[in-house]
Each structure stands twice: as structure tokens, then as C-alpha cells.
């Protein structure tokens, strides 16, 4: 440790996170010699300890941070907080641990050398926001969702070896039929031990894919409200739905100005192109990193406008005249799309028209839902949905005000 009297030099901090201790280096952010290594419980004593430790060899320029999403999510949150600078590091490749071996102070040292070196420049996301809310509940969601096809599954199996009767008694039924069927069967005198069992199991499956899919629900409409809170203008996007929304929102982050340009966000969701070209042979291909939930996200939103957007339909159809394949043309509508994404985000668009102000302002107009669905050649129960917050048409929510706030309705509605 350096003497009170020599003037204060620069550090850089890694940290090597895990479940009960964190291991941090500190090294001299100029003559990159490492000052010392120590271990830290993982509780907000040990934060403490930790930054303490950190800062007594000099002026913390930055930490390098390994695993802020799992392990480290808790010491990040704290040293955010206290102002410091910091940088997500991954995990050294494989060559790299090859060469230098393999131990907890060997990777807090290369945390911070890697941010020294310019190789790690991220920053991670805070988790400390509505982002973060909404990905607690999206694991809840997603979790119930599964296990509800499990089980599902495991109902359906059961169902063909079941006994004659109880599968006479099934077969009629749809899915939804038969699981409230079997929810409320009650033990026969008359069955024979197969038959009770089989029942029986029965009856604990269908109970089950009802809690299951009741917390489903719950889930769904958090999320419904969370969302609408965090980005309402990405709900506006055509194509994003409650769980697209909630995925891209949590791929951008609470602090999604970390992100600093489009680029970097379809880098973030691996849409960019990437270059794969040889020779004579000049082309780019598909992009295999990157977050693939938020890849995915894009892919469903790409899937809804090839079925419903005509834009999007003539553009396919351009490109395919050209002679680009399939996978080609959807890695395309992608980046696209990702460029609406991140504006919605960062950037966000006036918002359309709520579907209750258009239902207030048909009311205060004194107009049945026929009179205002007719010019817009929609149906009554379509304008329903719309008002109701069940539908989303954001361009259909624009006209339709417009249409309302045109000195012209008074004439209309007299």
C-alpha cells in the first residue's frame, strides 16, 4: 500500500463474483501492477468492507464486475449507488484460462485488466426500476406457463391408457372440457383400484393446470400494467404485445441510455449483419450472439406484420422477387423493426390515443359504436376491443381522434 505522503495514483477494481464471497483485485490503473487481492462476504457489510478496501490503495477509476445478472446483482446494485463507475466484464475465454490457469483472485485480477485494456467497455444494467419488476414477473409468467404444458401433457398421456369408462367419458370433451371435468370428479364405490387411481391422478392434474394457469393470469396482467407504465409507446409499436414489450424491455434495461446507439441495440439483440464474405463470394449472414430472448422477441413481431401489415407484405415480396431467401429477408425485417424498437425506447413518439378517451369522447358525442365503426369500415366488436384497451391499433387510435376533434362531428352527431 502506497505511503499518506506520495500523492494518490489510480486504481482499477475486479471483482469475481459467486453465491457467499466475492474476491476482488485492485491494480494500478497506470503502471497496471497488481496492488493486492481479498475476499468479501456477499452481504451489505461485506459491500461495505469491499469498497472501503478498494478505495484505500487510491482514486477508484472504475470496477470490472463479472456476473452482475446473477451473483453480483446485489454488490453492482450498492456500488451504483455510491457512484461508482462501473463495467460489465465476461468471463475470460478459454484460451486465456489455458494459459494463465484458473482461481478466484486470477479472475478478479483479469476483471480489472480487461477494463484497463478496453476489451470490456459494457455497462450493466442497474435493476433498480420498473425493467426489473417486469422481469421478476415475466420468470413467474413463464414459469407457470411451462408447467402448465407439463402437466398438460401428463393429463393428455394419461388420458389414452386410461380404463374404458373414464375415457368414454373424455373423449367428447375438449382440452378446457376435460380438465374441468376431471376437477371435479369425485371417488366411486364401483371403480376398480385402476380406475380410482387413474381418477384420481387425474383430478390432481386438471387441479393443478388451474392454479397454474390462474397465476398465469395474474402474471399476464402485472405485466399488462407494468409495461404500459415503463414504455408506453413501445406498446404502440405495431406487432409488440405485453410479452414482447416485456422481453425488449428487459434486454434494453432500466438504464437504457447505456445503450448508445441503434447499432448497439441490434448487436445487443444479434440482428446486426454480420460480414461473411470470401473471394468473389460478397455477403452478410445471420447473426448467432447477442441476447436471443430479445432476438426472439423481434422474431414474433416480424411473424405478426408478414401476416397483417400490407408494408411489410410488399417488402417481403420485393426482396424475394430480388432473389433473397427466406432467412435473409426475416433477418432484415428485423433489424428494421429493431430500429422502431429503440426509438420507442429511448426516444419515445407522441403516444396514440388511449382506447377510453376515444370511448369518452364517442360517449360525449352521444354516438352508438355503429356510427363511428361504419366510417372506418371496421366492425362493432373490433371499435369494442379498441375502446376497451383489449386491441391495440395505434394508426386506427390516431384517426379515429382525429376524426372526434374535427369541428365537422357536431354535424355529424346532430
Known amino acids: 500500500m502506497h505511503r499518506m505522503t506520495d500523492p494518490p495514483r489510480n486504481v482499477t477494481g475486479g471483482v469475481d463474483t459467486h453465491a457467499d464471497v466475492h ?108 425493467v426489473e419488476a417486469i422481469r421478476t414477473h415475466q420468470v413467474v409468467y413463464r414459469s407457470a406457463i411451462k408447467d402448465r404444458t407439463a402437466a398438460a401433457n401428463q393429463f393428455h398421456a394419461l388420458t389414452l391408457t386410461a380404463p374404458d369408462a373414464i375415457r368414454t367419458d373424455l373423449q367428447p370433451l375438449t382440452a378446457n372440457q376435460r380438465f374441468e371435468r376431471a376437477r371435479r370428479w369425485r371417488d366411486r364405490d364401483d371403480d376398480d383400484v385402476v380406475t380410482r387411481a387413474t381418477r384420481h391422478a387425474l383430478r390432481e392434474l386438471a387441479g393443478r393446470i388451474q392454479l397454474l394457469t390462474e397465476q398465469a393470469n395474474r402474471m399476464e396482467a402485472e405485466l399488462e400494467v407494468l409495461t404500459e407504465r415503463a414504455a408506453p409507446a413501445l406498446r404502440d409499436v405495431l406487432g409488440v404485445g405485453v410479452h414482447t414489450a416485456a422481453q425488449l424491455l428487459v434486454t434494453a434495461g432500466d438504464n437504457p441510455q447505456r445503450i448508445h ?136 387510435q390516431t384517426r379515429i381522434h382525429t376524426w372526434f376533434t374535427e369541428p365537422t362531428i357536431n354535424a355529424i352527431a346532430a
Open 23 to 130: 474476491v476482488a483485485a485492485v491494480v494500478c490503473s497506470t503502471s497496471h501492477r497488481l496492488l493486492g487481492t481479498a475476499s468479501f462476504a456477499t452481504t451489505p457489510a461485506g459491500y461495505v468492507k469491499l469498497l472501503a478496501w478498494l478505495i484505500s490503495f487510491g482514486v477508484l477509476d472504475a470496477v470490472g464486475i463479472e456476473g452482475t445478472g446473477t451473483y453480483g446483482a446485489g454488490l453492482a446494485r450498492f456500488l451504483t449507488a455510491e457512484g461508482v463507475a462501473l463495467i460489465e466484464v465476461d468471463r475470460p475465454d478459454r484460451a486465456a484460462r489455458r494459459l494463465h490457469g484458473k482461481s478466484d483472485p486470477v479472475d478478479a485480477e483479469a476483471a480489472a485488466r480487461a477494463v484497463l485494456s478496453g476489451r470490456a467497455t459494457g455497462t450493466p444494467k442497474t435493476r433498480t426500476g420498473l
Open 261 to 396: 446507439s441503434e447499432a448497439a441495440f441490434a448487436h445487443l439483440c444479434g440482428v446486426a449483419p454480420v460480414p461473411a464474405s470470401s473471394g468473389k463470394t460478397n455477403r452478410h449472414r445471420i447473426n448467432h450472439g447477442g441476447d436471443r430472448s430479445g432476438n426472439n422477441a423481434l422474431w414474433r413481431i416480424a411473424f405478426v406484420r408478414l401476416s397483417s401489415d400490407p408494408r411489410t407484405k410488399t417488402y417481403v415480396a420485393r426482396r424475394t422477387a430480388e432473389g433473397l431467401s427466406n432467412r435473409d429477408i426475416m433477418r432484415c425485417l428485423k433489424r428494421y423493426i429493431v430500429r422502431e424498437i429503440y426509438r420507442a425506447i429511448t426516444r419515445p413518439l407522441p403516444l396514440a390515443p388511449r382506447g377510453a378517451e376515444l370511448r369518452q369522447l364517442r360517449t360525449a358525442a352521444g354516438l352508438p359504436l355503429h356510427a363511428v365503426a361504419g366510417p372506418f369500415g371496421i366492425t362493432i366488436q373490433r371499435l369494442s376491443r379498441v375502446e376497451r384497451g383489449i386491441t391495440r391499433d395505434p394508426d386506427l
